[in-house]
């Protein structure tokens, strides 16, 4: 069963450009959630989808921005990037999500803004 | 204070030596991860537990849900278990996957 993949794993961008990462579930799994993790504040959850739907949000600006297609596979978007963007950007997928779901973690994608 | 505590933050320890990593939290939780992180960047998980106690080879993770706390044990430990240990919880006002994470402990095993 493939694991939880994510695209690209590197990419360095400029400010003010926007970025887009992929990640695609193990299948069956309904749920993604996608984190960023920065040297200064750690590992901080962004957003969760289950079935297309926004099920949580994290407390960052609307810059951040996500979607879950019917597919499971979802996609974050960052606009109008800034240096403090930098970072590694990880996204979990589960069953179902909620108490009871276990995570399984992609490898990451590191996300470098000049 | 954050709301997940994990203590120590650096740990250095000789191989076979047993380890312990504590996690304190301080909402009410419907679940705990103990999650390892190795330095290319993935993530595993380790456990979820929501009470007593889970045991997966040489790992133990123990939760007292009354104290607001949580261990993780490593027993024989060796050099491969070098890593980042994060303790995560789910606290139980929200839904989904919403983790709230500690800051990790930074483990170095001496062969």
């Known amino acids: 069963k493939a694991g939880v993949t994510q695209t690209p794993r590197y990419l360095i961008k400029t400010r003010g450009q926007q970025v887009t990462l992929s990640c695609s579930p193990i299948?069956?799994?309904?749920?993604v959630s996608w984190y960023q993790q920065t040297p200064g504040q750690g590992l901080q959850f962004l957003f969760e989808?289950?079935?297309?739907?926004?099920?949580n949000k994290g407390n960052f600006p609307g810059r951040f921005s996500g979607r879950q297609f019917s597919n499971s596979r979802s996609e974050m978007n960052v606009s109008t990037l800034e240096l403090g963007d930098s970072a590694l950007y990880l996204c979990?997928?589960?069953?179902?999500?909620?108490?009871?779901?276990?995570?399984?973690f992609g490898e990451g994608s590191r996300l470098t803004v000049l | 204070k954050n709301e997940v505590e994990q203590s120590p933050q650096n740990l250095t320890a000789q191989e076979e030596e047993f380890i312990t990593i504590n996690c304190s939290y301080s909402?009410?939780?419907?679940?705990l991860h103990w999650l390892q992180q190795h330095p290319g960047g993935g993530i595993v998980s380790l456990f979820m537990?929501?009470?007593g106690k889970k045991k997966h080879g040489r790992l133990i993770a123990t939760i007292n849900i009354q104290e607001k706390h949580s261990s993780l044990h490593i027993t024989a430990s060796h050099p491969r278990d070098s890593a980042v240990y994060i303790c995560?919880?789910?606290?139980?006002?929200?839904?989904?996957?919403?983790?709230?994470f500690g800051e990790g402990t930074q483990l170095t095993v001496n062969p």
């Open positions: 989808y289950f079935s297309e739907t926004q099920r």
């Open positions: 909402v009410g939780i419907s679940a």
């Open positions: 995560a919880v789910k606290s139980r006002e929200t839904s989904g996957s919403r983790l709230t």
């Open positions: 299948s069956g799994h309904r749920s």
């Open positions: 537990l929501s009470s």
């Open positions: 979990a997928s589960s069953l179902e999500g909620g108490a009871s779901g276990e995570l399984f």
